[in-house]
């Protein structure tokens, strides 16, 4: 008998480098034939991985996306010393983001874009995404096939959540959502939304993913989050990167906590008769993560794409992936799998 096709949505959240680890659980989900991906909502590294998952299955199905989130990745972790990468092959996590976090590159690279202004390098300022970015096929990530594509950033101006769908989505949208701001200068887009030209910055700062986008008719109610900013940390940050790192995350899981908590508040009005069964949508929340792994890594992990930490994570994201599918992929369709009011305690 042929196995049920299971819709999902999938949320991928931004978190610099780290975003490796969605690398592996889309290379992990795509090979489950009888799990179908309907939409995509992608910020910052989110954004990077979403935009390459769509171009590369509009262009070669499932096979596609995962040689281009392939070649994607191996561009943003590129280096030409290898005698580094097989040094550290064989060191644990930790030990690799302790060993980046303190070397004296890091640093004064640290240093540098806390004191100086991404403004400052006037004609020698150059986006390192935009290479990349410059050899994706955007008829593939606009394509009606495929998944349907949400990338979220932040309009300086007023602060709020911009969403760019279909041919929206360019190589500047994508430079919008991944945007720093003590690190990139804003990326500057014609907004079709206010009819002027926009400065944006990262978009994990008021959605990181957006799920809004998701909760039309046409998608189905399954939501899986990839979450790669750890919503715990048992031990308090006490060095100036720590408590940088901190605040960044629980900045950039605001956003996230907001909209569950709004899912969690309809959901159980839905329950308890209040609001009519059919008004709102029904909307059943998972979430892949390993905040045990992130609480091993750091700021520096994040802003340095070492290629064997990316390597890790990937494999990291692999796992992930297949234990949540392994124990809860019947549960898809039928029932959320986390605890929204735990969540909240």
Same mark, same amino acid.
């Given at each position: 008998?042929?196995?049920?096709?299971?819709?999902?949505?999938?949320?991928?959240?931004?978190?610099?480098?780290?975003?490796?680890? &969605?690398w592996?659980?889309?290379?992990?989900? #795509?090979?489950?034939?009888?799990?179908?991906?309907?939409?995509? @909502?992608?910020?910052?590294?989110? /954004? #990077?991985?979403?935009? %390459?998952?769509?171009?590369?299955?509009?262009?070669?199905?499932?096979?596609?996306?995962?040689?281009?989130?392939?070649?994607? !990745?191996?561009?943003?972790g590129?280096?030409?010393?290898?005698?580094?990468?097989?040094?550290?092959e064989?060191?644990?996590?930790?030990?690799? %983001?302790? %060993?980046?976090?303190?070397?004296?590159?890091?640093?004064?690279?640290?240093? !540098?874009?806390?004191?100086?202004?991404?403004?400052?390098?006037?004609?020698?300022?150059?986006?390192?995404?935009?290479?990349?970015?410059?050899?994706? =096929?955007?008829?593939c990530? /606009?394509?009606? @096939?495929?998944?349907?594509?949400?990338?979220? /950033? &932040?309009?300086?101006?007023?602060?709020k959540?911009?969403?760019?769908?279909?041919?929206?989505?360019? %190589?500047?949208?994508?430079?919008a959502?991944?945007?720093?701001?003590?690190?990139?200068?804003?990326?500057?887009?014609?907004d079709?939304q206010?009819g002027?030209?926009?400065?944006? !910055?990262?978009?994990?700062?008021?959605?990181?993913?957006?799920?809004?986008?998701?909760?039309?008719?046409?998608?189905? =109610?399954?939501?899986?989050?990839?979450?790669?900013?750890?919503?715990?940390?048992?031990?308090?940050?006490? &060095?100036?990167?720590?408590?940088?790192?901190r605040?960044?995350?629980?900045?950039?899981?605001? @956003?996230?906590?907001?909209?569950?908590?709004?899912? =969690? #508040?309809?959901?159980?009005?839905?329950?308890?008769?209040?609001?009519?069964?059919?008004?709102?949508?029904?909307?059943l929340?998972?979430?892949?993560?390993?905040?045990?792994?992130?609480?091993?890594?750091s700021?520096?992990?994040?802003?340095?794409?070492?290629?064997?930490?990316?390597?890790?994570?990937?494999?990291?994201?692999?796992?992930? /992936?297949?234990?949540?599918?392994?124990?809860?992929?019947? =549960?898809?369709?039928?029932?959320?799998?986390?605890?929204?009011?735990?969540?909240?305690?």
């Amino acid at each position: 008998m042929a196995k049920t096709t299971k819709k999902i949505n999938l949320a991928l959240q931004g978190g610099g480098a780290h975003g490796a680890f &969605t690398w592996g659980v889309l290379d992990r989900i #795509l090979e489950e034939e009888d799990v179908e991906v309907a939409a995509l @909502s992608g910020t910052s590294a989110g /954004a #990077l991985n979403a935009s %390459a998952f769509k171009a590369g299955y509009a262009k070669d199905g499932r096979q596609g996306a995962k040689d281009m989130l392939d070649w994607v !990745w191996s561009e943003v972790g590129a280096v030409n010393d290898t005698r580094m990468e097989a040094w550290m092959e064989g060191v644990d996590l930790w030990s690799m %983001a302790q %060993a980046i976090e303190y070397s004296p590159g890091f640093a004064i690279a640290d240093f !540098w874009s806390r004191a100086v202004s991404p403004y400052s390098y006037g004609p020698f300022y150059r986006n390192p995404l935009e290479p990349i970015l410059a050899k994706f =096929d955007f008829d593939c990530v /606009a394509h009606e @096939s495929g998944p349907a594509l949400f990338i979220c /950033a &932040t309009r300086v101006r007023n602060g709020k959540i911009r969403v760019f769908q279909g041919e929206e989505i360019t %190589a500047q949208a994508i430079m919008a959502s991944a945007c720093l701001p003590t690190v990139f200068q804003a990326v500057k887009i014609h907004d079709s939304q206010t009819g002027r030209i926009e400065a944006f !910055w990262d978009g994990g700062f008021t959605g990181n993913p957006a799920l809004f986008p998701m909760f039309e008719p046409q998608y189905p =109610d399954d939501i899986v989050i990839v979450n790669i900013n750890p919503m715990e940390r048992e031990v308090i940050p006490v &060095t100036a990167h720590q408590i940088q790192n901190r605040i960044n995350e629980i900045s950039f899981n605001s @956003s996230l906590l907001r909209e569950l908590r709004a899912i =969690d #508040l309809v959901q159980r009005l839905i329950l308890d008769g209040t609001l009519e069964k059919g008004r709102m949508s029904r909307v059943l929340v998972h979430m892949i993560s390993d905040d045990a792994l992130m609480n091993t890594l750091s700021v520096a992990t994040k802003l340095v794409p070492n290629p064997v930490v990316l390597s890790k994570l990937k494999a990291a994201g692999r796992e992930s /992936a297949g234990s949540f599918l392994k124990r809860h992929k019947d =549960d898809i369709g039928e029932r959320s799998t986390i605890n929204l009011r735990t969540m909240f305690a």
